[in-house]
């Protein structure tokens, strides 16, 4: 039988065992038969990569392309020989012609860790999306690429206060997406008649590279309210074939044979009408056409499809374009500083004809721009156009579902705030 004395020595022994196998164990150390412990794996390393290449590998530069730089002056700083640098201009002719590059646009040149900093690789973007990269490695070559994206889907709102393209800028959102929602809007909402009160929330895609913004995508929905009335826009792709297009919610093409006006985010100085004080002849004459004000030198674009019948210049209208869009329909664009197209050349609706000036009678540069119907002038602003084809009967159940989300979400958007939601 144990005593109460051989069971305390009995502890004791085990206390001491415990605690040897603990100190044992810390110090890695394996007890009598065992095998020693193996040591963890590190977990891997992910290494930072940019345009594909391990940062870790080389010396990093990045800088700024500068007035009259170019990529061999460039490369000259990098000690690169000129046989190499023709070799290289040679090779990028079927890539990326370097007479492209400009000032102001980023490169990125990667050399060796050693004494010797030899370049390795030269990397320009034109973009902040798109890169050229240019291999001073043993065999010279030059590849393009595209910096991983993603992409969000957000929102933007706005009171109109001034300009549309005013109201962007006040709220800080991009003034790209102004431009876009004037051109998706270009057909059915006069932008020079709208005032402060009207309102517009849209759903938008806004790319990122590493959670920085770099390019404002498409706009997904729309809607713009002007003078109590609503004008939604849906991007929406019939089947996979389809390129797509915005429609109303009735899911007619918001595209028409005509664009509303010549120019983008002006205003009009002058209208159409029958009785006008002439502001440089000084007397009272029927005016009619509709004079567009904007800055020297704005893009001035062919507001349909045709032929440019007449381009020329005379005392009254100084540089002109005027365009035959068929047997119904003429337009003409006045005062021009210079024009972009000749008699005889088939234009698109949207293209660029020529550019805003002050040639002929005029005060100051804008663009008088005058519309024909059947052989008669008439105020383009009071004309009723058709819409395109609209979306066939078989689509109109998932267009009508699609509709039925977008107007949900639209609803839900905040006015002047800006909102991120997931991607669909």
């Known amino acids: 039988m144990f005593t109460h004395r051989d069971w305390g020595i009995a502890f004791s022994l085990m206390a001491i065992l415990i605690v040897a196998v603990i100190v044992l164990s810390s110090l890695n150390l394996s007890l009598p038969g065992e095998k020693a412990p193996q040591a963890k794996k590190d977990s891997a390393v992910i290494v930072p990569r940019r345009f594909g290449l391990a940062l870790d ?17 460039i490369l000259e700083l990098y000690n690169i020989d000129t046989k190499t640098i023709a070799k290289l201009q040679e090779k990028s002719k079927y890539v990326y012609d370097v007479r492209k590059m400009k000032a102001g646009a980023q490169y990125t040149v990667f050399s060796t860790k050693d004494t010797s900093h030899k370049v390795c690789y030269f990397v320009y973007q034109p973009n902040a999306i798109d890169y050229v990269m240019y291999d001073l490695r043993d065999s010279v070559s030059v590849v393009t690429g595209k910096r991983q994206v993603t992409a969000r889907l957000e929102t933007a709102s706005g009171i109109i206060n001034g300009s549309l393209y005013e109201t962007f800028q006040k709220s800080g959102t991009d003034p790209a997406l102004a431009m876009k929602l004037a051109d998706m809007y270009a057909y059915t909402v006069d932008f020079y008649s709208i005032h402060d009160g009207d309102y517009f929330k849209v759903l938008y895609e806004q790319r990122y590279i590493k959670d920085e913004p770099v390019e404002t995508g498409a706009i997904q929905s729309a809607v713009f309210s002007h003078n109590g009335q609503k004008f939604y826009a849906f991007y929406y792709k019939p089947d996979s074939s389809d390129a797509g297009d915005y429609y109303d919610e009735k899911g007619k093409s918001l595209r028409k044979s005509f664009l509303k006006a010549p120019i983008k985010f002006s205003h009009i100085t002058s209208g159409y009408s029958l009785r006008r004080f002439h502001p440089v002849q000084k007397r009272w004459k029927t005016h009619l056409g509709t004079d567009y004000a904007a800055p020297e030198g704005t893009p001035i674009i062919a507001t349909g499809d045709g032929m440019v019948i007449e381009s020329e210049f005379t005392h009254n209208n100084g540089n002109y374009v005027k365009i035959k869009h068929d047997d119904t329909y003429m337009t003409q664009y006045l005062h021009m500083s210079k024009q972009a197209v000749r008699a005889g050349q088939t234009v698109r609706q949207g293209q660029v004809i020529g550019y805003v000036g002050s040639t002929g009678l005029a005060t100051g540069p804008h663009v008088c721009y005058r ?13 009723t156009f058709p819409p395109s084809v609209p979306l066939p009967d078989s689509v109109m159940p998932r267009f009508n579902e699609y509709v039925l989300k977008q107007q949900q979400q639209l609803n839900t958007v905040n006015m002047g705030v800006v909102q991120n939601l997931s991607m669909n």
């Open 371 to 383: 519309f024909w119907k059947n052989g008669k002038q008439v105020n383009p602003l009071q004309q």
């Open 57 to 73: 590998s080389f010396n990093v530069t990045e800088s700024v392309i500068q007035k009259n730089e170019y990529l061999a002056s």
